[in-house]
């Protein structure tokens, strides 16, 4: 082995060796120390742990815990769709260049709801279920001991389906009919100078089929099968304007305030003015009048001045019969519960105080503890100077209040933004029977006439589509529809004589006509029988 060393061949082949490694990267390289008083295993797993390559032929484990096996996570049973579809996560860094991403949001569709459970509920019920089993013949089947069995011709067995017999019956199974409400309005009118203002009320529907719209200092009117309408009155002074409208129930009289505080009072078939009540609110704070109601013979009037007064427009000396004081803020909302009179009917006031009154002008005296968890019952007779219930439960100002035409006493009342929930109330007992957290600023209520269903009108909103229109089954509260197209606040909503279309306004200055509800059904009427004995009596 020396001579070997030593030979020319033996010289060339190191000098060979020390030029290569003198071109080559250094290596690090570690000395296997191995101790032959260790055990095999022990040194074995040393000296595995102790060699490593170069940088650049390192490689990162892909499993963090050691395992060469393949993870496999176990899925939720109820989470299948969102294993099936997986969406990317959006980038955390986007490029400069991009423009930024526009928040789009998606409005809700009970039928569309209703078809993605049932598709969940087929996933869960094929994926959950094990497959079925082949049944081979066993030694017992032909033994003289084993009992006469009679195979299921309806078993899985026979079944030609790929569908398993739970997934049959669950798709075969009635669902609840979910009503299919038209998205998009039937007509639309410009209405340039329809206010913005969130305290106003400027469109309403007259029980003989004129339509009222107060148009900045304007108020017109529409017969609603026509594009055309007639001026009714206009404000006497340039500055003031209208602020609130309201028909009455029975004649073609309409009521008209302003924010100047007058209020006005005509005959819109002979387009007369019948009454004015000059400074009818009077306010350092102001004096607008941005809400009325009729119940018989007697309007009410709210106003920003934070009073409730009550006319009748049959007295000549133009003085209110009542007054009312019990917000601290503007008035927002005032409706009557029926048109029997103050004497058969109930108050609603709502303010800009987030408060909310129930008033009885009966002078009569209540249940004194009837209420007590929700509505404080007042204690004295009531006279009309103090209200019947207190409610302190909405966090913003209560504009909207509509009453319950299927059910006395029944009462819905939603609020501004920072509230955004529609709550109804027994009045017969002082107590909230549901809160439906809408997520978005509630500007108006009605109740339909021929369904059971409450519509609403939206405006801001940070969590839902804003400026939408909704509507809502009664006692649930589920979402029937909701109704886009309004860019803007909608701010007014009325419903048509027939029950069967409402009209919204909005500060986009425009009115939309929706046919939403089914028309009224006529009383069945059953085929003559001729056991029907009382036909015979002439």
Known sequence: MSS?????????????????????????????????????????????LNVTNTPSRRHKSRNSLGSEDRFIPSRDQNSFWASYSLDEKANNNPSPFMKPSVRRWSLPDPKKEQADELYKSVLRSELSSSPVAFHSLSRTSFSENSPNRLD???????????????????????????????????????????????????VDWAPSGALAVGLDTHVYLSSGDNEGGAKLCTVLNSDDEYTSLAWMKTGPTIAA???????????????RLIRRYEQAHVHDAGNRIGTLSWTS???????????????????????????????????????????????????????????????DLRSSVRDLTAGAGWGSSILSENKGG???????????????????????????????????????????????????????QICNLIWSINTHELVTTHGYSTQTVPNQIRIWKYPSMSLVASLP??????????????????????????????????????????????????????
């Open 152 to 202: 299921d011709p309806m078993g899985s067995s026979y079944q030609v389906s790929p569908l398993h017999q739970e997934t049959g019956k669950l798709m075969n199974q009635p669902r609840p009919e979910i009503r299919q409400v038209a998205k998009m309005p039937i007509r639309m009118l410009d209405a340039p100078g329809l206010s913005h203002d969130f305290y106003t009320n400027l």
């Open 257 to 271: 305030g302003t924010a100047e505080g007058h209020l006005e009072i005509h005959d819109a078939s002979t387009l």
């Open 386 to 440: 103090s209200p019947l219930y207190r409610f302190n439960q909405h966090k913003a100002a209560v504009k909207g209040l509509a009453w319950d035409p299927h059910l006395s006493n029944v009462l819905a009342s939603g609020a501004g933004q920072q509230d955004a929930c529609i709550r109804l109330w027994n009045t017969a007992t002082g107590t909230m029977l549901n809160e439906t957290r809408t997520g978005s």
């Open 297 to 359: 013979n007697t309007l009410t009037s709210g106003s920003r001045d934070r009073m409730i007064k009550h006319w009748d427009f049959r007295d000549p000396t133009c003085k209110p019969i009542k007054q009312c004081a019990a917000h601290t803020q503007e008035v927002c909302g005032v409706k009557w519960s029926g048109d029997g009179g103050i004497q058969t009917s109930l108050l609603a006031t709502g303010g800009n105080d987030n408060k909310m009154f129930i008033w």
């Open 4 to 48: 070997l060393k030593n030979s020319p061949f033996g010289k060339r082949l190191r000098a060979s060796r020390a030029t290569g490694d003198e071109n080559s990267p250094s290596r690090k390289r570690r000395r296997l120390n191995l101790d032959s008083s260790s055990s095999p295993t022990r040194t074995l797993a040393t000296a595995a």
């Open 485 to 538: 197209g309004h860019t803007e606040c909608v701010q007014y909503v009325a419903l048509s004589p027939s029950g069967d279309t409402i009209v919204t306004g909005g500060g986009d200055e425009t009115l939309r006509f929706w046919n939403i509800f089914p028309g009224r059904v006529s009383p069945f009427k059953g085929k003559h029988s001729a056991l029907d004995y009382g036909k015979l009596i002439r």
